[in-house]
């Protein structure tokens, strides 16, 4: 770690800001930090460390002091440090938790601490950051801005506590012989973090889990054999209580027992068979060969019973299998004589129930015979009916037409020969005239009737088709009648449009005829526009040139007023200028009058005088109480500098603002800020009116073009309008015409009727009652014709049957149900028949005999064969359940065996993984019965103290003359062995010493050559801490001359390799051997002052 540059403001005592440049001052390696006791050295080194952790860099020193007393109130105390890693350029700034007034009101308020780390790019940014040039917290990149982020990051880059920083790199007053007198714990942490040797922390504890690992790991691999073993040992039992497998096991001895089945039927068991006992006891030995071959054993036993319990359920299946055939004979036997019982059954009642199934099959004969004639009677009846009421519609039809139509009901009723006329008949028919609608009451047609009406019917479809034909011919006729008010009201409707837009068309010609007059109005008022427009870009030159002055006269109004305070500033500053300087000269008269006392202060016999020469000094000055120190002198003369500074500052200030003055009032002019104000208001509203003229101009030439197309539109449209009205015309004359052609051609067309469509509805009603007539005329005679029909039907019908009457025939019809009972009687004799042949026909059924002692002897060879086949089931069932369960035990206990074996090879490798891992563990962590007991870390850190403690005894050998030499405790204090203790061998008394015995010298030169070794072991090494900069803030006031001397020179040499030494002392004879010095005074009003020599 190398220090680059510190600065104070507000800390401890100094009040204002001081920097420290500690590049500068570590030129030649080495720096002076010197002042009288008590005016602010170790408050550098405090600032350090407040910087770096948010602490103070003695122990027992609180933070609190590191805010000055002298700070204004409202003003926080900042740290600000620059610092160099391995990690690169690093800054940071801290300020301490302070009470400020508040803002309202009376009290105070706190202002909580804050930190702020950067990271800077490169070095070439060192100047301008520790300048601050770049601006307020300048940096390259934000690292952390919170407090614990700060603190984490700190530690990181440097890579030490706050207590590993004061033990190795910055040594605080009282707490420099901390590392020598640090306990185990403290001094191992201290050299673990120098020098980076958390690795082998973390081998170990990495090394640790792993011996732990492999414990659980053989662990589990044991209980996973002992599981298996118990598996296995479960599946071998038989079921639990046949001692055959269990209770011989248990009870035999671990070497060789007997086995005997408790039924007598089991094997004996070979000699080698082990209890579960005795197999568990070699798996919890771990005696894998033992056990494997006792569990093979077992697996053979149990596969041997197995065998012999299948072979013993095959036998039993074969005998309850001949059993079943001697049952199913019997049972065949039986059911066989119950069949011939129950067909025996069956032929007596169907014997009995003959008579009355051959009446009923004559009675269905009778029905089928009789049912077709009775059909054709029924529909001959139909038939008649049918025609009575077609006569009856045609008769009603002929009355209603009768009114309207005489002439086609005239039709009707023309007699035979007569031709057929539309019109009706002069005179009436004479009543002898056969009649159209006659019937016979039997039924039958008369002759002339039947061949009259089909050329009544053709004088009907005659009249219908004219009179259809009339109404069609007027069909169009009636559209047109129709239609005719309509185009009545169209006409009339485009009169009315015609005369709107002769109307329009008169406008549209006068508003054509003003337009020119417009278009002159527009263009004029367009050129007036652009005329006003043409001077808009040297308004708004004139006016850009207004606002420059407004600016400038106001701005050198203001600039008038700071040159006033300027003016007041510079005679302040040159007065109190003055002041100082007559005060340094008041004060050095004063001094130099007294200057023989101050001499007097240094006189000594048998030492000649500085200004007599002589060795006697019978009669010194005394000095007066007002005498005047060389410290005040030069107070007083930096105040004067001071002064004399700010007074130079203050007049060049003011130059710079009365030149400033004059140049804007140059620019002004003769104008103040109000007529400057006014003209650029005048030029701005010059400005705005060119602007609206150019914005009118520009709306009035489109306005005008809008104009034109407007014309062009208006004209087209207006020769359009002129066009329309002229066909519209032309048109309505035409209309006019055909409309009044169309008239007269319609008054022609309807003759003595109302209208066209009045004489096309009575010619369309006539045809639809000529076709009604001719429709119901041809129903009767269809009617008719088929009523004869099948009157001539029945009478064939009932000659050829064997029924003489229709009577008759109709009472040898059968009810529905009664026919369905009868034709159901006759089938199922005929299924019953079927039955019993079928069943005589069966095998055996015809030689058996059905008696009931016959029977009663077949039950009895039943009932014997069932409970011999009961007997046999149950015996092969038992059978077959135990070969079950041993086929099963013999299954699982052979998957229990490769279970056990796979489970005795992973405990086996597990096992053998196991050992190497935990012998390297147990050496790495001190456990090893081969080894000192030491832990891999703590025999790294003694290797690395050792080298320390070399390098510190060759610096030793120095400062002590050798009477002194370090050594680590190879023994024990305490509790156990630690290897990092330190002891002090005194050639002197050739005495072993603890540290705690040294005095405060040699506590002294002993804990800097500790120091000077840790930081030259350190700095020669990769991967640890690079301490650069090294500060010892202790003990030299307490060495001799010589030694002191022999000190100096030694951490000189220190120097010459790189680093930077700061020594923290107020011992004169230092002053003349180091050359850079930073030079800490206290004033009279206790507020320190920090110089730099270098």
């Known amino acids: 770690m190398k220090l680059h540059h510190l600065r104070l403001t507000g800390i401890g005592p100094f009040a204002g800001t001081v920097d420290v440049d500690f590049a500068a001052l570590g030129a030649s390696g080495m720096f002076l930090l010197e002042g009288p006791t008590g005016s602010g050295k170790s408050t550098i080194l405090d600032a350090i460390v407040y910087a770096l952790y948010g602490q103070v860099a003695g122990a027992a020193t609180s933070a609190d002091r590191i805010r000055s007393q002298f700070a204004a109130p409202t003003e926080p105390s900042v740290v600000d440090l620059v610092f160099e890693t391995a990690s690169g350029l690093h800054r940071v700034r801290r300020s301490p938790e302070f009470q400020r007034p508040k803002l309202r009101g009376t009290g105070t308020t706190k202002e909580q601490a804050k930190a702020v780390m950067w990271r800077i790019g490169s070095p070439q940014a060192l100047p301008d950051v520790i300048a601050d040039r770049a ?96 598996r296995f040992t479960e599946a071998t039992a038989l079921d639990g209580g046949d001692p055959a497998v269990t209770a011989d096991q248990d009870a035999a001895a671990p070497d060789a027992a007997a086995l005997d089945a408790a039924d007598g039927e089991g094997p004996a068991a070979p000699a080698a068979l ?267 030159l004139a006016l850009a040139a207004a606002q420059e002055v407004l600016r400038a006269a106001t701005a050198a109004a203001a600039q008038a007023a700071a040159v006033s305070t300027a003016e007041e500033k510079a005679q302040t500053s040159l007065r109190t200028a003055r002041t100082r300087a007559e005060e340094e000269a008041t004060l050095r008269r004063r001094r130099f009058a007294g200057i023989a006392a101050e001499l007097a202060t240094d006189l000594e016999d048998e030492t000649a005088c500085p200004v007599c020469g002589s060795l006697e000094h019978p009669h010194p000055a005394d000095p007066s109480e007002d005498a005047v120190s060389p410290e005040q002198v030069e107070v007083a003369e930096a105040a004067r500098q001071q002064a004399e500074k700010l007074q130079a500052a203050d007049a060049q200030a003011l130059a710079l603002a009365r030149q400033q003055l004059e140049r804007l009032r140059e620019q002004a002019g003769e104008h103040t800020p109000e007529t400057a104000r006014a003209e650029v208001e005048t030029r701005t509203a010059a400005v705005t009116a060119a602007t609206t003229a150019a914005t009118r101009s520009e709306a009035l030439e489109k306005q005008l073009t809008a104009f034109d197309a407007g014309t062009e539109k208006a004209t087209r449209a207006r020769e359009q309008l002129a066009l329309t009205v ?141 409970e011999t086949l009961a007997a046999a089931q149950s015996a092969a069932r038992e059978a077959a359940g135990r070969a079950a369960q041993s086929a099963g035990i013999a299954q699982r206990a052979g998957a229990a065996r490769e279970a056990l074996a796979a489970a005795s ?124 900069t090294l500060f010892i803030d202790e003990g030299f006031g307490s060495l001799d001359p010589a030694t002191l001397e022999t000190v100096v020179r030694e951490v000189r040499r220190l120097a010459e390799n790189g680093r930077t030494i700061g020594i923290v002392s107020h011992v004169g004879d230092m002053k003349s051997q180091i050359a850079e010095q930073i030079h800490v005074r206290r004033g009279a009003d206790s507020r320190s002052t920090l110089t730099i020599t270098a």
């Open 905 to 1028: 090879v992973q405990v086996r490798t597990v096992s053998e993984d196991a050992g190497v891992v935990v012998r390297v563990a147990d050496l790495a962590t001190g456990r090893s019965a081969d080894g000192e007991r030491v832990q891999l870390s703590t025999y790294v850190l003694m290797w690395r103290l050792d080298a320390v403690i070399e390098a510190a005894n060759a610096r030793l050998a120095l400062f002590s003359g050798s009477d002194l030499e370090l050594l680590r405790d190879t023994g024990a204090r305490g509790a156990k062995k630690t290897g990092l203790d330190l002891l002090v061998l005194d050639r002197r008394t050739d005495q072993v010493r603890v540290p705690e015995t040294l005095s405060g010298g040699e506590t002294f030169f002993v804990s800097l050559a500790l120091a000077l070794g840790l930081a030259d072991i350190v700095t020669g090494e990769a991967g640890g801490v690079q301490m650069e």
């Open 726 to 866: 002229t066909r519209e015309r032309t048109g309505i004359d035409e209309a006019d015409r055909a409309l009044t052609a169309d008239r007269s051609r319609l008054i022609e067309a309807r003759g003595e009727d109302e209208t066209i469509a009045a004489r096309r509805r009575r010619h369309t009603l006539r045809a639809r009652a000529a076709t009604a007539l001719r429709e119901a005329l041809r129903t009767r005679t269809g009617a008719e014709q088929r009523a004869a029909e099948l009157a001539a039907e029945a009478d064939t019908a009932l000659a050829t049957s064997a029924l003489a009457t229709a009577e008759a025939a109709r009472a040898a019809v059968l009810p529905a149900e009664e026919r369905s009972r009868l034709q159901k009687l006759v089938q199922t004799r005929a299924v019953d028949e079927g039955r019993l042949a079928d069943g005589l026909a069966e095998d055996g059924i015809a030689g058996t005999v059905a008696t009931d002692e016959a029977r009663e002897q077949a039950e009895t060879a039943v009932r014997s064969a069932t």
């Open 274 to 540: 082990l209890s579960s006992a005795a197999l568990a006891e070699h798996a919890t030995a771990l005696r894998l060969e033992p056990l494997a071959e006792g569990a093979d054993a077992q697996l053979a036993h149990v596969t041997a019973r197995a065998a012999e319990a299948a072979t013993a359920s095959a036998a039993a299946q074969e005998r309850e299998q001949t059993a079943r055939t001697a049952a199913d004979a019997a049972t065949t036997a039986l059911a066989r004589i119950d069949r011939r019982r129950v067909l025996d059954q069956l032929a007596t009642r169907l014997e009995a129930e003959k008579p009355q199934v051959t009446e009923a099959s004559a009675a269905i004969e009778r029905d089928q015979a009789a049912r077709p004639v009775v059909d054709v009677l029924r529909r001959r009846d139909a038939a008649s009916s049918a025609a009575t009421e077609a006569i009856e519609v045609l008769t009603a039809l002929a009355a209603r037409t009768q009114g309207d139509h005489p002439d086609l009901v005239a039709l009707l009723e023309r007699p035979m020969g007569e031709g057929a006329a539309t019109e009706r008949p002069e005179e009436e028919p004479d009543e002898s005239t056969p009649s159209l609608f006659a019937l016979d009451t039997t039924g039958t047609l008369e002759g002339p009737a039947e061949t009259s009406s089909d050329g009544a019917a053709e004088a009907l479809a005659a009249a219908a088709d004219e009179a259809t034909g009339a109404a069609g011919a007027l069909a169009d006729l009636v559209a047109l009648e129709t239609a005719l008010p309509e185009r009545e009201q169209a006409l009339a409707g485009r009169r009315d449009t015609l005369a709107a837009r002769e109307r329009e068309l008169e406008t549209a010609t006068a508003q054509l005829a003003e337009r020119p007059a417009q278009r002159t109005a527009l263009v004029t008022e367009r050129d007036e526009a652009r005329t006003a427009a043409a001077g808009l870009a040297e308004a708004k």
């Open 135 to 230: 601006g307020a917290g300048a940096g390259v990149e934000v690292v952390a801005s919170r407090l614990d982020e700060v603190g984490r990051e700190v530690q990181r880059a440097v890579g030490l506590t706050r207590d590993q920083f004061t033990q190795t790199v910055l040594l605080p007053q009282n707490e420099f012989a901390r590392f020598l007198r640090a306990g185990t714990g403290e001094r191992q942490q201290v050299l673990q973090r120098v020098f980076g040797t958390e690795t082998y922390a973390a081998v170990e504890k990495q090394l640790e889990e792993m011996r732990k690992q492999a414990k659980r790991q053989v662990d589990a691999a044991q209980q996973t054999l002992n599981g298996a073993l118990a």
